[in-house]
């Protein structure tokens, strides 16, 4: 079954940089892959989607890519703030194309000051 | 547009107790998940419901059920209640016309002592 991978260390970056958080999946490639951030004790929101055959998608600060070869996609933000600080959690469908998707663990990210 | 709500907010059982949580997704969507999410783990795929059907579940013991009402409403319910369910309990509504992307409510918490 389809797993995925996320740096599961807390990743600190100085304010004003760009944050990059990693996605990897082992099996087969999905037909879209998603994005969510989370705060501690509160549901996730959606952020953007990215389908197999975009290589790129970006919504103001946040750029997103999808690499089907190396079975990896980034997320990237730039020109970090502390309030982007939360939790950002990589999701993919459970088969190749479904309704059900499932979670990665997801990487905190801390900005700091 | 009122976003997914979740009821109640905080649940304390004691354990072999039930307990029934509620969610009512965004106006217009017609599937609802439910994810169990324990202190520092991610999110665990437990229910699916569309058209008020039960379309999957995830690696849970029967005593997780739910329900899926006409209005889209929908219902978890924890039998037997053990000390490992203390859990954030998430519930997420999909628009069929949407690219896949979940809203997620607050969640309830739940304790089980």
């Known amino acids: 079954s389809q797993k995925i991978e996320q740096n599961s260390e807390a990743l600190n970056i100085q304010e004003g940089k760009t944050a990059t958080l990693t996605c990897n999946y082992t099996n087969y490639s999905p037909a879209y892959l998603q994005w969510y951030r989370q705060d501690p004790g509160r549901g996730p929101v959606f952020l953007l989607l990215i389908r197999e055959n975009e290589k790129e998608k970006r919504k103001e600060r946040l750029k997103v890519t999808f690499d089907t070869t190396l079975k990896q996609s980034l997320f990237h933000i730039t020109a970090s703030q502390p309030a982007d600080s939360a939790t950002y959690l990589c999701a993919l469908p459970l088969y190749s194309s479904a309704s059900k998707i499932i979670f990665g663990s997801g990487t905190r990210l801390s900005i700091r000051p | 547009e009122a976003g997914v709500t979740q009821s109640p907010t905080h649940l304390i059982k004691t354990r072999g107790q039930q307990a029934t949580l509620r969610c009512s997704p965004i106006?217009?969507?017609?599937?609802v998940y439910w994810y169990q999410q324990a202190l520092g783990l991610g999110l665990q795929f437990l229910l699916w419901?569309?058209?008020?059907?039960?379309?999957n579940r995830g690696n849970f013991p029967p005593r997780f059920s739910g329900r899926q009402f006409p209005n889209y409403s929908s219902e978890l319910n924890v039998n037997a209640l053990e000390l490992e369910d203390s859990a954030l309990y998430l519930c997420a509504s999909r628009s069929r016309r949407s690219n896949y992307e979940q809203y997620f409510g607050p969640g309830t918490r739940l304790t089980v002592t």
């Open positions: 419901y569309d058209e008020g059907e039960e379309r």
């Open positions: 106006s217009g969507h017609t599937s």
